[in-house]
């Protein structure tokens, strides 16, 4: 079978098997597809039959959460971790809180959590868990009961050496808090197996900031290579929440000027550049609607979503020489690199999690725009986690200093990884191909050398 048939073979029973999961086969097709050089040079890989195995979690829980509301009336929310892949350490990834997350959802943040965390060159598994409960709206108490009750039935399924969750979406420090609160009242135990932990008790200094900061380390990295830097460029950013915020203070410390963000309700052009401060008091300390941004800068524009131009995203109608999303899944369509492209965008670096729909990755590529692919751009936050970890485990704790110091090189060796691939295997400078088939070797690698498990 030519291995362009073997991919296919693999993609349709992965979409027959499991109905009605997009996102996750949107990242399979992805990742596979770029594999196609390797699996030409390697037929290991079809002889142990990895794809087969790469593409079905080792393990997905999916649980009921029960809690109560302000009212004293009983709600239901449905809990899911999945366990995707375990071959080169413990499973890990971020917990999701959305009304919009589903198995599919989360199956293809998992996923690419696999190859993500292979390529920080750290020894960590990929998972990734969640629930379609809301944050916003919520009491305090209600967000705390929530978190208990969600940590009831996650509680028998992870540990420090086993699955170690973190934030994402609608999960920051106050869930996480909530969550190992419980996890130590129904254990016993004070260990790592949360990260994104308050500095207090046992998180790690630049955690925070991990992602963001990354994502713009990254972006410097993919530029210098071409002679190209951050420094006095306008920048757009997507999102307002925590790697979008970050994101937007290392752009300023760059030497760059970001002008946009974005909530689910709207978006902020300021052409003088984003308020940082202003910013995070109104998002992430405020957790308020970003509309709130034109109080403190009456001369920023404010496009709410229902006025976007049609099947566009307002945020990538500013011309910038770098988009950074950073908020979520498919926000940045073809039309939307048009516009970019169009206004004289060079580069896309993705802090969210596939961001960029294929059409709009096929058109950079096309078009020689410089892409930085969401599994490196954004391996920031894990490989930080991971350095939460390990602090946790000799007792120690580091400097901002340190920990930012190792992010960098974290980040540096992750660029320089994906760069090499892509030219060992003939397309060089084409990051998501070098991203994937890196990120994928040596999970696949060990996978073979652990036997048929
Ligand atoms: P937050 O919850 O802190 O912020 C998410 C931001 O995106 C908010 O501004 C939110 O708006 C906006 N948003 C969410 N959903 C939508 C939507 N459907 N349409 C428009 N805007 C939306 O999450 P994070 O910043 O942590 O995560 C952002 C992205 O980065 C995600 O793709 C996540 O998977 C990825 N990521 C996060 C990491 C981390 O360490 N946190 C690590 C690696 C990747 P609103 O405020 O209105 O809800």
Known sequence: MSVKNYIDKVLQSTIQSTPGQNEFYQAVEEVLTS??????????????????????PERQILFRVVWMDDQGKIQTNIGYRVQFNSAIGPYKGGLRFHPTVNLGIIKFLGFEQIFKNSLTGLAIGGGKGGSNFDPKGKSEGEIMRFCQSFMVELSKHIGETRDVPAGDIGVGGREIGYMFGEYKRLTGRFEGVLTGKGLNWGGSLGRTEATGFGSVYFAENVLNKQGESLKGKICSVSGSGNVAIYTIQKLYDMGAIPVTCSDSKGMIYDRNGIDFNALR?????????????????????????????AGTNAVWSIPCFAAFPSATQNELNLNDIKNLHKNGCRLVNEGANMPSTPEAISFMLANKMFYGPAKAANAGGVATSQLEMSQNASMLKWSFADVDSKLRTIMKSIFDLSYTTSKEFGDEGNLMLGANIAGFRKVADSMIDQGAV
């Open 281 to 309: 008091t109104i998002k992430e300390i405020g957790r308020k609607d970003l509309v709130e941004y034109t109080k403190v800068h009456a001369d920023a524009t404010y496009i709410p979503v229902h006025q976007y131009p």
């Open 35 to 56: 594999l196609e050089p390797l699996l030409k040079a390697e037929p290991k890989y079809d002889q142990y039959n990895i794809l087969e195995r790469i593409v079905i």
